[in-house]
């Protein structure tokens, strides 16, 4: 995926300018951003982890509130 990001920005005089900016990943800063999550950029990696954390705790929360069983034991067969 391109590092490159083209942005349109507001100028003071009404105009919109075309800028190309670098956008890096928000948790790292490093590597290229490939999602836009809550506003913030973030890499494979890192955005990977994040939608992980944010399906684990779903998961959680319906478990919790006793919509699905748990997963757990399965792991072990
Ligand atoms: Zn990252």
Known sequence: MCDLWVVMQSQGNGKQEKIVEKIV??????ATPI????????????????????????????????????TSHEEDL
Do not use: M, P
Request: a positive charge.
């Open 25 to 30: 990943c928000s948790v790292c800063g490093k």
């Open 35 to 70: 999602a836009k999550i809550a506003g913030k950029y973030y890499c494979f990696t890192c955005g990977n982890k994040i939608v992980k954390e944010h399906i684990v705790g779903l998961l959680k929360d319906l478990e919790r509130k006793g919509f699905i069983q748990s």
